[in-house]
């Protein structure tokens, strides 16, 4: 069974850091793309960056370029987000994805406050 | 940057109705078009992918279409558990891919 596990979220001050962590499990890790999307509250999802299987290649949305890094290990089975330089406007509930265009699998979010 | 339009933005039905869902894009995206389905405090689900194909254990009520710019989400008769907050993604570009900005249905 395919599993998604997110952890690192949590309350920050405008301008901190923070580390989201997301843990794979009952598929070959690096054999996919990765990626996160975010969802601020009440509102729709915002795709925010993806990884190349073996890391190569990352991109993201203009508003997190030179904040936010992604990036992976594939011998942890796992994929990170670095956030950086944190708005007040990064508040959202962050989603993990197994992805080859369309996102099949998901975890079930971390939340991410930025907030004085 | 490709932006993806959904219409409408909430929509009123009935068990038992049929609905549609548009969504264009900004250029043509060929059939790089996914759609999902949220309900509230939930991961998204992925429904249908490349335009018109219905991801594993998705109900057959649910079907897509499309290409180029415009894509429909079509339920033929709407179930209790189908009302949710349904999106578009094109995956076109991996560079940066992007959602629609949603379509929330309600029970009438």
């Known amino acids: 069974e395919v599993q998604l596990v997110e952890s690192g979220g949590g309350l920050v001050q405008p301008g901190g850091s923070l580390r989201l962590s997301c843990a794979a499990s009952g598929f070959t890790f690096s054999g996919y793309w990765m990626t996160w999307v975010r969802q601020a509250p009440g509102k729709g999802l915002e795709w925010v960056a993806n990884i190349e299987k073996d890391g190569s290649q990352k991109y993201y949305v203009d508003s997190v370029k030179g904040r936010f890094t992604i990036s992976r290990d594939n011998a942890k089975n796992s994929l990170y987000l670095q956030m950086n330089s944190l708005r007040v406007e990064d508040t959202a509930v962050y989603y993990c994805?197994?992805?080859?265009?369309?996102?099949?699998?998901w975890g079930q979010g971390a939340p991410v406050t930025v907030s004085s | 940057d490709i932006q993806m339009t959904q219409s409408p933005s909430s929509l009123s039905a009935s068990v038992g109705d049929r609905v549609t869902i548009t969504c264009r894009a900004s250029?043509?995206?060929?059939?790089?078009l996914n759609w999902y389905q949220q309900k509230p405090g939930k991961a998204p689900k992925l429904l249908i992918y490349?335009?018109?194909n219905l991801q594993s254990g998705v109900p057959s009520r649910f079907s897509g279409s499309g290409s180029g710019t415009e894509f429909t989400l079509t339920i033929s008769t709407l179930q209790p558990e189908d009302f949710a907050t349904y999106y578009c993604q094109q995956s076109y570009s991996s560079l940066m891919y992007s959602f629609g900005q949603g379509t929330k249905l309600e029970i009438k």
């Open positions: 250029q043509s995206i060929g059939t790089y």
């Open positions: 490349t335009a018109s």
């Open positions: 994805g197994r992805e080859w265009g369309p996102i099949d699998y």
